[in-house]
Every structure is written in C-alpha cells, then in structure tokens.
C-alpha cells in the first residue's frame, strides 16, 4: 500500500500547456480516477507518473520517496494500457512472468505467482495460450494480472476498458473493483466514461484544460458540482435561466419560473441574471393543474429501467428520467406538469475563471 | 440462369488477369523454361550448341572445384552484406522512427539516395572514393593510419561496402514497415514491468522486428547473390563472382549452356536459401507473424 502525491506538476510540449500545476494527493489503497474529455491533460498526468513522460516542471511522490526523475523501470508502477500492450511473442505465462523475471524472481516462486495472478482475475489453465488466440476480454484481464502481478506500489489504468463491448465493460468495473478492494492497492483510474469513473471511484478529479477542475467523493462531485463545466460533464443536467430577485452579500433569492429559492451566489456575480441547475432526475412530472410549470412532452424514450422525457416548457427544453414503475406517465405531444423541490436547484457558486 | 451467372462471375477474375498473366509468361516464364533446356544442350569448343541433352553441365560445375569456389565466394559475400545491412539497418531505423518528422523526411531521401542513381554512375563513383590513389586512402594516408595504401578497389572488401551501399535501403524499409505495425506502448508496457531500455529492445522490439528484418534480409540477400555491375566494376577480374562468371561463359566463352546451367543454380541456390530462412524464422517467432 503506498500514498501518492502530486506537487504543481505541470508539463508543456512547446507553447502548449498539456498540464498546469496539478496538486492532487492519493491516499493509501484508495481509487482515483481521472475524468475528463479527451486533450484535458489526464493521459499525459498519468504518463508522467509512470514515468514516460518527463515533467516540465513539480514533483511526484510515492511514500515520501521523490520519484521525478526516477526511470519508469524502476517505479514499481503496474500499468494496464488501452490496448492492453500484452507481448505478442510471449504466451500468457512468460508475459504475467515478465515483470517477475525482471526482478530476478527465483523460477519457482514465479510460476507460483503467475497462477495466483491468473486465478486473481480468473483465467487459470490459459497459461499457455498467445494473446492473438485470446478474446478482447481475456486480453485486458492478462494486462491486469501482468501488472498485478509484480505487486506494484501503485496500479495506473489508462483508458482500460475502452476497447470492450458495453456489457463487458459492465461486468470488469465490478470485478476490477472489487479485486482493488481486496488487494487494498493504490489505485488510478483516467477515463473519459463518467459511468466508468462513479462506479469505481472512491474520488474523482474532473479535469479540463490541463487542471483538475474538481475533487470529491463522486456523490459530491455528481450533486454539488463546483463549475459548469463539472456539471454537463457529468451526467445530463438541466440549464434554468434564473433571476436574483434580492441579495445580502452572497445569500441572495432567486426566482426561476414561477418558484423562488435562497442559495449563495459568487462575489463576482453583479449581474441579476443567473444560471440554475436541476438534474433530470430531480424533476417530477404531474397533472398540469397542480405542477410548478406546464409543458408539453416532445420526446419520449424508454430505457428499460427507465423513461427519458423531453418536455417543452416556457423556461427551455427541460430532460426529465422517470424510474419505470410499469404506469405510463405521458404520451408525446401531451402537456403535463413539472414539480421541483427548490433544495434540487443549484447555482455554481464558484466558476473558475480559468476553467 | 444461376449457373451461368456463377460461370461468368468465375471466369471473370481469369479474364482480368489475362494481361498480367500473359505479360508474366512472355518475360518471365519462358525466358526461364529457355534457359533451363538450353543448360542441358550438350556444347563443344568447335561447333558450338549441340543438339544433345545430358547433365553433363552440371557435373562438371558441381565437380569443378574453380566454379564450387566461386558458388561459395558469392554466397559469403552475399550473406556478409546481408548480415552488415542487418546490423546497419535496424538501429538506423530505429534512430529515424526517434526522430522530428522533418529530419526524418530529409533522412529518408539521404537513405533512398542511392536507389536514385543509376547503378553504373554511383559504382564508378565508388571506384573514385577506393582506388590506392582514392579519397580513403589519401585520408587515411594523410593522417598516418596506415603507411601502405590498403587494398579496397578490385578487392572482396570494395564489393561488399559497395553492395552494403546500395542495399540498405530495402532494409531500413523493411524494418520501417514493420515498426509502423507495433503498438507503441509495448514499449512503455515492458519499462513498467523493470526492464530497462537495452533489455526492453532485446526481448520485446526486437522479436516483433523479426518479420521486418527477414523479408529485408531475404530482398538483400537474393539481390546481393545475384548482383552483377557492382562485382564487375568493383571488383574486376580477381573478384569473381556467380554473375560475372557466368556473363564471362555467355560473352567471352560463348558456352552458353554452360551459362545457362550457373544461372539455373544460382537461381536454385537462392530459392533454397531463402525458402529455408524463411521457415526457419517463421518457426521461431510463429506469434509474431500471427
């Protein structure tokens, strides 16, 4: 188990800054992920703490041990690829065995440890199979027993799922969760699959341009998003133009629609107009006579589990997901009524200038 | 109705293929079937081409001890070139898959230079640089690395630095080829598990290379067995190689089933070779080609 520590580390190619100053510290055996769209800067962080690409400038700290200039052999980092990078000469043994050989493993200890990783993610007997005879899936579970294999102090994942089907997918979110868990081993995660990064985190860092825009639990991050861009980026959410109707200091009403609510506001908000933030899941729909607001359903679609409903209405295009309950609530074209509880709405009280 | 439409859809790619099949029959088929009968005409000094056939060709180059030594002569030299484009080759792709795509343009054209310049031009081009009066020589003369001027003109040691010259390219874009195909984080892959970066080459780049450096070593090897000018030019009369020997029986001899009969083995030499590498390698690295 090792703790983690980035300091103000920033790297730059040229005039392009791919990342400025991250501060991030990753507590013992805990999972973070990396969330951010493509060109965020979160592949190169990652790379940088693995050690294939120099940092322009700060620091990365593993268990008070300064590894900045430290080559990446010598990290003790396993790291699981996108396209698994399994050797394709090697069968399945000689590349979980790889990692052990290097380290002057004695031969029978490493047979036993390339069994025990292989039956950690639960492929035992396909020792002796080449990776062009093994499925996608197969495929990234070696890359994670060759990385776990060497006990590494920290597990990087870099996009690990992203080249398997949705279902698949599903099911190694649970299963490599479950195996950090019970290997209590310090984990990092970059992904741009917000699904991806809620199910297995125990943080998330959401990072745009090259910074981390925000930090917290994914409950935190998902409900009480600290900028806009943290807001859309993960999952839908409902824009609501607001009014600021009074104000003292930063505690101030705003009205949207026909319901008013009192939130803080920024220091730099002087204009009245204001952004409002619902989730669609914090919406309800009713009879149009009792509802907050009326409006007429344009879209409808069903997802099984659940209903998605579009709803025109006098504040915009208003996304609403319903659990499916097995009644159905309205059919296109219907108006219908839309309720929200006022603690649901949100203001981004504090939007970085430079996010 | 079915069964014609299925006839003429399998006709078809026969018919297409006609110009190229044809095309191939005329300048290479025939010629080569010409050349293996006239190889078992029987020849005589006075009367020239004899209307009789027996092996008697191939006994005498296979008993003579002059052409086994010229057979053995060009297979060394042509397994040495061979095995210097190998050594060159591979860590000069290496250098130039490292390198600014503007260098690396201006490089290629560098490398590709020699496959520009007509083969004749850039020999004696060669024959200014190593002849005892020659640029090398003078320089190595001039700085007192050597007292007598060393002997690369119409030597086995000129031929093989000419060929390894011109060959190398097709190595470079063989290796080139096969290096585009790798998964660049294998590389990264191998550093994170402790391997540094020479045990990174030798273990993990190196084999999937292996393709690469085969179908170059195969192009550079059959073209070096059979090079003509560069032996002629370069290493004149005392460097004789399979080639020249049999363009002397051809032109100078006029003992053209004798000719004929080296042509058909060296022909035969080469296939062989190259068939048994092949499959030897294959064997070997049988994942990689998978």
Redesign the interface.
């Known amino acids: 188990m090792s703790s983690l520590s980035l300091r103000a580390l920033s790297k730059s190619y040229g005039p392009v800054q791919a990342v400025r100053g991250v501060d991030l510290d990753v507590n013992e055996g805990e999972f973070l992920s990396l969330l951010g769209p493509s060109g965020c800067g979160k592949t190169t962080t990652l790379q940088m703490v ?3 690409v120099p940092p322009t400038t700060g620091s990365i700290v593993v268990d008070g041990q300064d590894l900045t200039s430290i ?5 003790d ?3 699981v ?3 698994y ?7 399945v043994a000689q590349n979980i065995g ?2 052990l050989e ?2 002057r493993v004695e031969r029978g200890e490493l047979k036993r440890r390339v069994e025990e990783a292989l039956a950690m993610v639960r492929l035992a007997g396909l020792e002796g199979r ?3 005879e093994l499925s996608g899936g197969q495929r990234q579970r070696v890359a994670i027993a ?2 776990l294999a ?1 006990r590494p102090r920290v597990l ?1 994942l870099d996009e690990p799922m992203s080249n398997l089907d949705a279902k698949l997918r599903g099911e190694m979110h649970v299963e490599l969760r479950s195996l950090q868990r019970r290997l209590g081993i310090t984990a990092i995660l970059v992904t741009h699959d917000q699904v991806e990064a809620m199910t297995m985190s125990d943080r998330i860092a959401v990072m745009t341009n090259g910074g981390i825009a925000q930090l917290g639990t994914p409950q935190e991050v998902y409900d009480r998003p600290a900028s806009q861009f943290a807001s859309s980026f993960l999952g839908h959410t409902n824009v609501l133009s607001g009014r600021i109707e009074s104000r003292i200091a930063d505690e101030a009403t705003v009205r949207v629609g026909p319901t008013a609510f009192r939130t803080r506001v920024a220091k730099d908000q002087v204009t009245p107009d204001i952004a409002v933030f619902v989730r669609p899941e914090r919406l309800r729909l009713g009879s149009p006579d009792q509802a907050t607001l009326q409006g007429r359903v344009s879209t409808r679609l069903f997802l099984g589990g659940s209903w998605i409903y579009e709803i025109e209405t006098e504040l915009g295009m208003l996304r609403i997901t319903q659990q499916n309950t097995g009644t159905v609530q309205a059919e296109e074209g219907e108006t219908i009524g839309v309720s929200w509880n006022a603690e649901d709405l949100r203001v981004i009280a504090t939007e970085r200038s430079d996010g | 109705m079915a069964s014609s439409t299925h006839q003429t859809s399998r006709g078809l790619p026969w018919l297409l293929s006609l110009p190229a099949l044809a095309l191939f029959l005329a300048l290479l088929a025939i010629p080569l079937v010409l050349t293996a009968i006239l190889s078992f005409n029987a020849f005589d000094g006075m009367r020239g081409i004899q209307q009789s056939y027996g092996f008697g060709n191939y006994l005498e180059i296979l008993l003579d001890g002059y052409y086994r030594e010229i057979f053995l002569r060009t297979g060394g030299m042509a397994l040495a070139v061979t095995l210097i484009c190998i050594v060159l080759g591979v860590p000069e792709t290496l250098i130039l898959a490292k390198m600014k795509p503007v260098w690396r343009g201006t490089f290629f054209v560098v490398i590709l230079g020699p496959l520009l310049i007509s083969v004749v031009v850039r020999t004696l081009g060669w024959s200014v640089l190593l002849g005892s009066q020659g640029v090398v020589n003078t320089v190595l003369r001039g700085l007192g690395l050597v007292d007598e001027p060393i002997r690369l003109l119409f030597s086995m040691t000129g031929v093989i630095i000419v060929l390894t010259h011109v060959f190398l390219p097709f190595m470079v874009i063989a290796v080139w080829s096969a290096m585009q195909r790798l998964d660049g984080q294998i590389e990264h892959a191998a550093r994170s598990l402790g391997a540094g970066p020479f045990t990174t080459f030798r273990r993990i780049m190196l084999p999937q290379l292996m393709p690469g450096i085969l179908s170059g070593a195969i192009i550079v090897f059959a073209l070096a067995a059979s090079a003509y000018a560069t032996p002629a030019i370069i290493g004149g009369r005392r460097v004789k190689v399979v080639a020249t020997t049999l363009y002397d029986e051809f032109f100078n001899s006029l003992n053209w089933p004798l000719g004929a009969a080296i042509a058909v083995l060296l022909l035969l030499a080469n296939i062989l070779i190259i068939v048994g590498c092949n499959r030897l390698v294959e064997r070997r690295f049988k994942q990689v080609f998978a």
């Open positions: 693995a050690g294939f080559a990446p052999e010598k990290r980092m396993g790291v690829f996108q396209s990078a399994l050797f394709p000469h090697m069968n790889f990692g290097m380290r080449y990776p062009s060759r990385a060497i990087l």
